[in-house]
């Protein structure tokens, strides 16, 4: 079933054809669960959009400090990284959010683990890269040289 | 816990029957999940955003001063909320998959110290900073 298709299932106003021999009970607690689904996928919105906000304010940043010549280091590859895991969140937050949803008609559902896994393992390599940045421009250019 | 993610994925074909609100609880404990991993997020980009404003505040010292200090403090605390929320993750999606949730306020008195120790922080970094800056560049 594809993405079209559910659109329109779920903007017609008529009840859906798989529910017509179940209860109604079943029928409210998948509004419910829906509606769950749309506010985790605006929470993961949320979160890749921290991470482009992040990764532009760092790169703006770094044109305010122009004058330090040693600092220009990692400044705007550090952004850029930002920026590209908020964007795949963006894409894999999407796909995430129809396959959900066909769970959930589908009464299939699995809770995440992998794409969980995925952009922990992602921020936490975007903090080692800040703790790495912020130790590289404090210790100075003699004992950590990073070319640009 | 954080690996065994398979076991429970078997398991939950059996238990999905007596508990109807799995699928919310489930869709809860992402969200909260996605709600630690943003506060861990900002964090690291208030890190990245101590250091690189203090560099221009005094501009003719070479020396960066105490500001970037404040700034790995912050971004060390971001990344272990990183990792103890995707712990807590699984973990609370394994109690609920067996229906043996209970609420923890370990997580929370625990970070709120953390961010009542970096506040501490901001506002010893707040007194120190005009006076180094009035005083002509003394190094801090």
């Known amino acids: 079933m594809n993405i079209k ?9 008529q009840p859906m054809q798989v529910d017509d021999e179940k209860p ?4 409210l607690s998948r509004a419910i669960d829906r ?47 930002f920026s590209l895991i908020g964007w795949a969140t963006v894409l894999i937050s999407t796909v995430h ?7 959930i008609d589908r009464d299939t559902y699995n809770p995440p683990d992998a794409m969980v896994l995925f952009f922990s393992f992602a921020v936490g390599l975007l903090g080692i890269g800040v703790i790495y940045s912020i130790l590289a421009t404090a210790l100075g250019p003699s004992s950590l040289v990073i070319p640009d | 816990m954080l690996l065994n993610w398979k076991s429970t994925k078997v398991i939950t074909e059996k238990i999905k029957r007596p ?5 919310r609880d489930h869709l809860a404990n992402e969200r909260t999940y996605l709600a630690w991993m943003r506060t861990a997020i900002s964090l690291m980009g208030f890190g990245v955003v101590i250091v690189r404003l203090r560099t221009f505040h005094p ?4 020396t960066p001063g105490n500001g970037w200090k404040l700034g790995l403090l912050f971004s060390a605390v971001g990344l272990l909320t990183v990792l103890f929320s995707t712990k807590h993750y699984f973990g609370v999606r394994h109690d609920i998959d067996y229906d043996t949730y209970e609420p923890t306020d370990r997580w929370v008195i625990l970070f709120s110290l953390a961010i009542a120790i970096l506040g501490a922080g901001v506002i010893y970094y707040m007194f120190t900073v005009p006076s180094s800056s009035f005083g002509l560049m003394a190094p801090e």
């Open chain 1, 35 to 81: 509606s769950a689904n749309e506010r985790t996928f605006l929470a993961w919105m949320r979160a890749a959009m921290a991470l482009m906000g992040f990764g532009v304010i760092i790169i703006r940043l770094r044109v305010v400090q122009m004058p330090v010549h040693y600092r220009q280091a990692m400044g705007w590859k550090l952004g850029l990284i």
């Open chain 1, 97 to 103: 959010y129809f396959t959900v949803r066909h769970q």
């Open chain 1, 5 to 13: 298709e559910f659109d329109r299932v779920q903007l017609s106003f």
């Open chain 2, 19 to 23: 508990n109807p609100s799995r699928v």
């Open chain 2, 59 to 62: 501009p003719l010292l070479p």
């Open chain 1, 24 to 27: 109604k009970q079943h029928n």
